[in-house]
C-alpha cells in the first residue's frame, strides 16, 4: 500500500515524499499473501476497484514499468444452495459495473474446468480475466518506479509514533530520528495502533492468522487448474507453479507479536482433503509446507480509506482484511487524489470513511464466508 501511494503520488508531481519500511519491502503481510486477483465481493466500491487494480496487473508494464508477474488462469466462485441468491445478487451486480464475469452450469463448467468437481445444490460463478501475481515483483516495480520520480524510501527504518500539535501533523517519528512533516499516511498494517500510541488516535484492527499451504501437484494429470473461491468449504486455491496448488485456509484471531507464523498440520490436512473433494486428481498429492500472515480486520472485513478526524495531515489506509493485495493499484490512486486534491476522483470512497463504524454504516457481505466479502 505504502509503495502504490507513494508512486501514484509521484506520477501526480508529488515526489518529495519519504517511505519508512521497518524491515524490507514486502517482508510483512504483503509478501505473505495469496496474491489473488478477482473482482467477486458483495459492495460495488471493493467490486470496482479490484477491476480497476486487475487492468493494472494485467498491464503492468506499459501502466507502470517491471513486471507484477500476473497469470491469468480464471476464477471460479463455489456456493452452497443457502449462498445461492447471494451468489447470483453479487454477479448481477458486477455485470453492471462492466465486470466480466457470469453465472455458470455445471455442464459449462466441464468445458472450462473440467478438472472440478461439483455436487447437486451449489451455485457456480466465472471470471475469465483473474488470475494471480506476485507481491514482491509489484512492490518492488513501485518502489523502483518511485524512486526514479525522486522520491525516497528508508528500508530498515522503523516509524515509532506521529507527532501531533495544534490539532495537526507536526512530524513522523522514528528510530533514527524526527522527521518534520505536515502530512502523514499511516499505512502500517497490524502495526497501526502501535504507531498511533499517544495520540488519542485508536483503529478498529484485529490481526487475524491466515494459513497458507503448499501441496503437490500431479502434472501429468493436471498440468493447469483455475483458481477457486470455494466458500461451500470456507477455503482458497490457486496455482503457484507448473507442480504445486497453494492452499488458503483458516482464519483465527491472534496476539500481534506471538502468533505461529507456522501452519497446524491437522488443519492443513483437513485442508487437503476438501481440495481433493473439489478437485479429485489431487487424490495423490501431499503438503510441501506453508505459512501464516497477518489479516489486519476491521468489524466490517472492509479497510479504512480516509483523513483521520480531528487532525489535520493525517490519512490512513489501515484495515484490507486479507483484500489489500488485489486493491493496491487503485487504492494508492484514490488515496493520492484525496492527500493532494482534498478528496478522491477517481472512485468514491465515503463507504470506507474512518466515522461508518460510530455511525452504524457497516459494509455488509452476502455471505457466511468473511473473507470473500
Not at 453492471?96 to 472440478?116: H, K, Q, R
Request: with cysteine; net charge negative.
Amino acid at each position: 500500500m505504502g509503495c502504490s501511494l507513494q508512486y501514484h503520488l509521484a506520477r501526480q508531481g508529488a515526489t518529495r515524499t519519504l517511505l519508512l519500511e521497518r524491515r524490507v519491502l514486502g517482508a510483512g503481510s504483503t509478501g505473505l499473501s495469496q496474491a489473488i486477483c478477482r473482482m467477486h465481493y458483495s459492495n460495488p466500491i471493493t467490486a470496482s476497484m479490484a477491476w480497476d487494480s486487475l487492468q493494472v496487473y494485467a498491464n503492468f508494464a506499459e501502466q507502470v514499468g517491471g513486471d507484477s508477474g500476473f497469470h491469468r488462469t480464471g476464477y471460479l466462485v463455489v456456493v452452497e444452495e443457502i449462498d445461492r441468491n447471494g451468489l447470483e445478487l453479487n454477479i448481477a451486480m458486477q455485470q453492471e459495473l462492466g465486470i466480466n464475469v457470469g453465472l455458470v452450469t455445471a455442464s459449462e463448467l466441464g468445458d472450462l474446468a473440467p478438472m472440478m468437481e461439483t455436487y447437486e445444490g451449489e451455485g457456480l460463478a466465472w471470471e475469465p480475466d483473474s488470475g494471480y501475481a506476485n507481491p514482491y515483483l509489484v512492490t518492488n516495480s513501485y518502489a523502483e518506479r518511485s524512486r526514479e520520480l525522486g522520491a525516497q524510501i528508508a528500508t530498515r527504518v522503523a516509524a515509532t509514533g506521529v507527532e501531533i500539535s495544534g490539532g495537526r501533523v507536526q512530524a513522523v517519528l522514528t528510530e533514527q530520528g524526527r522527521v518534520a512533516t505536515g502530512a502523514a499516511v499511516v499505512a502500517a498494517g497490524p502495526w497501526a495502533n502501535s504507531l498511533m500510541s499517544g495520540t488519542g488516535v485508536e483503529f478498529p484492527l484485529v490481526p487475524v492468522r491466515h494459513q497458507v499451504a503448499l501441496a503437490t501437484r500431479p502434472t501429468g494429470v493436471l498440468p493447469a487448474h483455475p483458481i477457486v473461491g470455494d466458500i461451500a468449504q470456507s477455503f482458497s486455491f490457486r496455482p503457484e507453479s507448473p507442480a504445486l496448488t497453494m492452499i488458503g485456509f483458516a482464519e483465527d484471531e491472534v496476539g500481534l507479536d506471538n502468533y505461529d507464523e507456522g501452519i497446524d498440520k491437522a488443519e492443513a490436512e483437513d485442508a487437503l482433503e476438501r481440495l481433493v473433494r473439489r478437485m479429485p486428481a489431487m487424490k495423490d498429492s501431499y503438503l510441501r509446507g506453508g505459512w501464516s500472515g497477518l489479516f489486519t480486520t476491521t468489524p466490517d472485513w472492509h479497510p479504512i480509506l480516509d483523513r483521520v478526524p480531528g487532525i489535520d495531515g493525517l490519512y490512513c489506509m489501515v484495515g484490507f482484511s486479507g483484500h489489500g493485495f488485489k486493491l493496491a493499484p487503485a487504492i494508492g490512486q484514490a488515496m493520492s487524489e484525496l492527500v493532494l486534491e482534498g478528496r478522491a476522483t477517481s472512485i468514491d470512497l465515503s463507504p470506507l470513511r474512518f466515522s461508518r463504524f460510530d455511525e452504524g454504516d457497516w459494509l455488509s457481505s452476502r455471505y457466511r464466508y468473511r473473507v470473500l466479502a
